[in-house]
């Protein structure tokens, strides 16, 4: 299968459509709702200069989101935007990690937010995001290898700042390191569908567009080994949670997420911006 | 007697050039090297782009801009202006007349090379000191980053290396 000059899919049957969709949605929205928690942290990252890294890391994954739901726009036919915000919950396909609320309080009252949460969460998600990249960018789909191309080439800058926060925090004073314990506890509840591939998982790595889960979770620990080598901790995953994301099981972080990112999309959505 | 102008890649490299980064308007979308193809037949052009950065805001803006300069051609009846990331951007795609108008605006160019460490280096765009440090990778737009001369003392601006030997 090849893709024609314009970016466009080729030589697709049906079925191939439905997986791609499928794994389309869970790399689209993963970046999509992540991108959205970690933009809710703008004014109240610890200090100006991380409050610019962390908005332009944001905006960076909004891109990335951008790029896959083009991508599952030219297979179903429908507006990146309008995929993008109107796909009810039981619809969506990212991990649970990736919505889950950034601490207590909202963001508009008392945010009393976790910024320990928000660097174990990240380091998990772009570590995993990282391999994923790897994974696809040896995809037998064309269209898939080049935005996994142009991702990873932005993904280094993020990785490396989550992964250096992460070290730092882990070998600070002992409330840094109560803090980050807690928030690997936290994360080591929600992460375990990250590597899941979702109901069409067999089919997806059959037809070559990544690599099988087994083989991006071994990556994916050897890489993190690495990372808490440089710590006093020891990294663990978890096989299994309540919800699989994937599945399109989630909480209700997710209902709430939706629903305030389309407000204004949904109020008016012939409108130009 | 009308003599009709041949709509040559030259001709329309050279419009296109007219083109500024909407934030930076001493560079043009040519001498950042975000012109992949150049289309033409008959009376229709058709341009194809390559994004800097993926969440780059600026898309539409340039998109919009490129049509228009386009359409100012004598004889053009239509300009189409596409985005495509079958081949990424890549910072050493800059060109020489880029470099000097980045610098002309107070920032530095990309840096050719990463250490092992992440670290790279760039020398200050005002006065040309090596004794500069990073402040922050992450910019006011994505694809800058924000440094300090030690020397002259002005914060400076400096576009991120980007390549595809980064992992």
């Keep these: 299968m090849e893709k024609t000059e314009n970016g466009k899919f080729e030589g697709l049957t049906e079925t191939d459509q439905e997986y791609l969709a499928d794994l389309l949605k869970q790399l689209a929205d993963d970046d999509y709702l992540l991108s959205f928690r970690s933009s809710e942290w703008l004014g109240l990252a610890p200090h100006i200069e991380e409050d610019v890294a962390s908005a332009s890391i944001s905006q960076d994954m909004m891109g990335h989101a951008s790029m896959y739901y083009g991508l599952l726009g030219d297979i179903c036919g429908r507006d990146a935007d309008d995929l993008a915000h109107f796909r009810k919950p039981a619809d969506r396909r990212n991990s649970i990690l990736t919505e889950k609320r950034n601490g207590e309080g909202e963001y508009l009252d008392a945010p009393k937010y976790d910024w320990a949460y928000h660097v174990v969460r990240n380091l998990y998600y772009n570590m995993h995001k990282k391999v994923k990249l790897d994974a696809l960018k040896q995809s037998s789909c064309s269209p898939l290898r080049d935005v996994a191309a142009k991702a990873a080439m932005e993904l280094y800058y993020h990785e490396l700042h989550w992964r250096t926060w992460f070290i730092e925090l882990m070998n600070s004073n002992d409330d840094a390191k109560a803090r980050m314990t807690a928030a690997l506890e936290k994360v080591n509840g929600e992460c375990a569908d990250l590597f899941h591939l979702g109901k069409y998982a067999e089919d997806i790595t059959a037809k070559g567009y990544i690599a099988p889960e087994a083989e991006m979770k071994d990556s994916f620990r050897k890489e993190m080994e690495k990372v808490f080598g440089q710590t006093a901790s020891v990294f663990s995953f978890p096989d299994a949670q309540k919800e699989n994301g994937r599945l399109g099981g989630h909480t209700r972080d997710l209902e709430d997420a939706l629903e305030l990112m389309n407000e204004v999309y949904g109020s008016v959505p012939e409108a130009k911006w | ?167």
């Design chain 2, 1 to 167: 007697m009308k003599v009709e102008k041949i709509l040559d890649e030259e001709l329309i490299l050279s419009k296109l050039a007219e083109v500024k980064d909407p934030e930076i308007d001493t560079v043009s979308i040519v001498d950042l090297g975000m012109v992949y193809k150049v289309a033409v037949a008959d009376k229709n052009i058709k341009v194809t782009l390559l994004p800097t950065f993926s969440g780059c805001p600026a898309l539409p803006i340039i998109e919009k801009n490129c049509a228009a300069a386009l359409l100012e051609l004598d004889g053009v009846d239509s300009a189409e202006v596409e985005f495509t990331f079958s081949v990424p951007w890549t910072s050493d795609r800059v060109t020489e007349d880029g470099i000097r108008g980045l610098k002309e605006f107070g920032i530095a160019p990309p840096p050719e090379f990463i250490e092992g460490d992440g670290s790279w280096h760039v020398d200050c765009p005002y006065c040309g000191s090596t004794f500069v440090t990073m402040e922050n990778i992450f910019g006011p737009t994505a694809c800058r980053s924000i440094l300090y001369c030690r020397n002259c003392r002005n914060p400076f601006e400096a576009m991120k290396l980007v390549s595809s030997n980064m992992h």
